[in-house]
């Protein structure tokens, strides 16, 4: 772990430990000890990283799995995909949901709610189809 550590280091700070230390909060030698592999790196200071950095992959940091910064936007990127798709189902959401969506962003709406918003839509879109079919049929002129 402490060669993530260096890592994180010339990252953070162009491998500047005294610098990464201050803005640790941590003294030089506690660093040192660290990256010296004479005190092990415990839960508190991958705790500390993790909160001061929260861009970065804690898989990676524990284990050396996978990237080590996760990019926040991929996730923006989900979150928008997820928002763009839920959109359409906005017109037959309850109150209630429509404020999880918009003020909340809340997108993990479970499939059984998502099938009754497709109900309610179809059933819409077939009331005004009818709608705008008895209209033309009323406004169509007669042969006389």
Partial sequence: ???????????????????????????????????KGESGIGIRPVVALLEKFPELNARWLLLGEGVMVSSGVDEAKTHLLRLLALEKYMPVMSVQQLHQLTEEGYTNFDDATIAHWEELLRRRDELVSNAIKRSAICNHPTVK
């Fill in 1 to 35: 772990m402490n060669t993530r550590l260096r890592q994180i280091i010339e990252l953070k700070t162009g491998g500047n430990q005294a610098e990464f230390a201050a803005l640790m909060g941590w003294k030089p030698q506690y660093l040192f000890r660290m990256l």
